[in-house]
Nanobody, 115 residues
Framework: QVQLVESGGDLVQPGGSLRLSCAVS????????MGWYRQTPGKERELVAY???????KYADFVKGRFTISRDNAKNTLYLQMNSLKPEDTAIYYC?????????WGQGTQVTVSS
């Protein structure tokens, strides 16, 4: 059973920065496509960024130039560096690990951007 545990969410002022982490159990981390998603009440979960096994990276347009996704295969950990945060970035951020026939989610971490 794969388990994902997110951390790093917090209350931050507009323009501030946070780094989210996602620790993944198991020995297959390097084989997963890893992604960050976010969700706000009443809205569908949306992709923020993903990084493939070969480190191909894709960002949603609304975070380009502000967020950076990375992975450390030796530590089984996914990261999301978030800079220049805006109030509209407020959401629960979820980590996802996906392979061809499987997909796993963490419990989420709350990010609140407010003055």
């Amino acid at each position: 059973q794969v388990q994902l545990v997110e951390s790093g969410g917090d209350l931050v002022q507009p323009g501030g920065s946070l780094r989210l982490s996602c620790a993944v159990s198991g020995s297959s981390f390097s084989f997963y496509v890893m992604g960050w998603y976010r969700q706000t009440p009443g809205k569908e979960r949306e992709l923020v960024a993903y990084i493939s096994r070969g480190s191909t990276i894709k960002y949603a347009d609304f975070v380009k130039g502000r967020f950076t996704i990375s992975r450390d295969n030796a530590k089984n950990t996914l990261y999301l560096q978030m800079n220049s945060l805006k109030p509209e970035d407020t959401a629960i951020y979820y980590c996802n690990a996906a392979m061809t026939y499987s997909s796993y989610w963490g419990q989420g971490t709350q990010v609140t951007v407010s003055s």
